[in-house]
């Protein structure tokens, strides 16, 4: 448990106590700790999935008849679906191109 690394050292320096003395009292809450965080993401996990709902992939039709499917225009500046997923490769390669160049930077 990161946290506990330094300060619990320098405690039981300047205490004079064993790490059985300090640490082991820490633990109940350090565990109660661990079992909220994992209430809470199972928690946060159900209400997303019933937000989102479950979709079934078996079900769904290839992706060349989606990408052939045009959107219906609703208004000036209204983009056909085709267009969109061009410009959202262009980005989506964009940023390819810069993580890699991040990555080789750093």
Known sequence: ???????????MAA???TNADLFVP????????IAW???ASYLI???????????D???????DTLA???RTPSGPGS???????TRQRVVTRGRQISNVMLTIAW
């Open 45 to 55: 996990g159900r209400r997303e999935r019933s937000k989102i709902g479950i979709c």
């Open 79 to 85: 983009v056909h679906r085709d267009d969109l997923s």
């Open 68 to 70: 052939s499917v045009k």
């Open 37 to 39: 965080v994992l209430l």
């Open 1 to 11: 448990m990161i946290p506990w690394g330094g300060p619990t050292v320098r405690a």
């Open 26 to 33: 820490v633990l109940p809450a350090m565990g109660a700790g």
């Open 15 to 17: 205490l004079d106590l």
């Open 57 to 63: 992939m078996s079900d769904a039709p290839p992706a």
